[in-house]
T-cell receptor, first 112, second 112 residues
Framework: DTGVSQDPRHKITKRGQNVTFRCDPI?????LYWYRQTLGQGPEFLTY????????KSRLLSDRFSAERPKGSFSTLEIQRTEQGDSAMYLC??????????FGQGTRLTVV | EDQVTQSPEALRLQEGESSSLNCSYTVSGLRGLFWYRQDPGKGPEFLFT???AGEEKEKERLKATLTKKESFLHITAPKPEDSATYLC?????????????FGSGTQLTVLP
């Protein structure tokens, strides 16, 4: 499968715990995005990488959220001290220059 | 700030009953308009990219069109397997904006 891969698919965590999600983009894509989606809403932009550089972050991204893409390939999104409001689907997408973005299947986070 | 509004929020059709979904947008400079299909619990699946007013794209029973203010996704003789949420997104060329801005989607149900 050469699509965007996300792991895990589902995560249940207790409030206050830290969680980390991984995204493996399509191999030739140098641009990578993280989005968050809640029920009944469209995906909401969180952050953007071009190669290993994090070039854009949403104002909505609190300091509990951090993302990395250390070698310009896979990326991780960490949420520290999770809150119930963090429960959502976290989507990763990748694209090459001037092409459409392709999404992974997402990680469903439930904070209890 | 970019705005994308989709209507209706939900649409129920009988199998074979053609209809259209609307996506209206406000951007400083449209670089691309994208349609995605999303099934429950899955990531968005790319359908079409439209770049300029007057452009049209077709795929099976779906046809996307674009004007300077809105895009339509026409569904001809839909089948139950076309049931999904259809998302519209825009890519703005102004400033440093690099992310796709999504609408909230239209949830389509096609009844047999």
């Amino acid at each position: 499968d050469t699509g965007v891969s996300q792991d895990p698919r589902h995560k249940i965590t207790k409030r206050g715990q830290n969680v980390t999600f991984r995204c493996d983009p399509i191999s030739e894509h140098n641009r990578l995005y993280w989005y968050r989606q809640t029920l009944g809403q469209g995906p909401e932009f969180l952050t953007y990488f071009q190669n290993e550089a994090q070039l854009e972050k949403s104002r909505l991204l609190s300091d509990r959220f951090s993302a990395e893409r250390p070698k310009g390939s896979f990326s991780t999104l960490e949420i520290q001290r999770t809150e119930q409001g963090d429960s959502a689907m976290y989507l990763c997408a990748s694209r090459a220059a001037n092409t459409e973005a392709f999404f992974g299947q997402g990680t469903r986070l439930t904070v209890v | 700030e970019d705005q994308v509004t989709q209507s209706p929020e939900a649409l129920r059709l009988q199998e074979g009953e053609s209809s259209s979904l609307n996506c209206s947008y406000t951007v400083s400079g449209l670089r691309g308009l994208f349609w995605y299909r999303q099934d429950p619990g899955k990531g968005p699946e790319f359908l079409f990219t439209l770049y300029s007013a007057g452009e049209e794209k077709e795929k099976e029973r779906l046809k996307a069109t674009l004007t300077k203010k809105e895009s339509f996704l026409h569904i001809t003789a839909p089948k139950p397997e076309d049931s999904a949420t259809y998302l519209c997104a825009v890519w703005d060329s102004s400033g440093s904006a690099r992310q796709l801005t999504f609408g909230s989607g239209t949830q389509l149900t096609v009844l047999p």
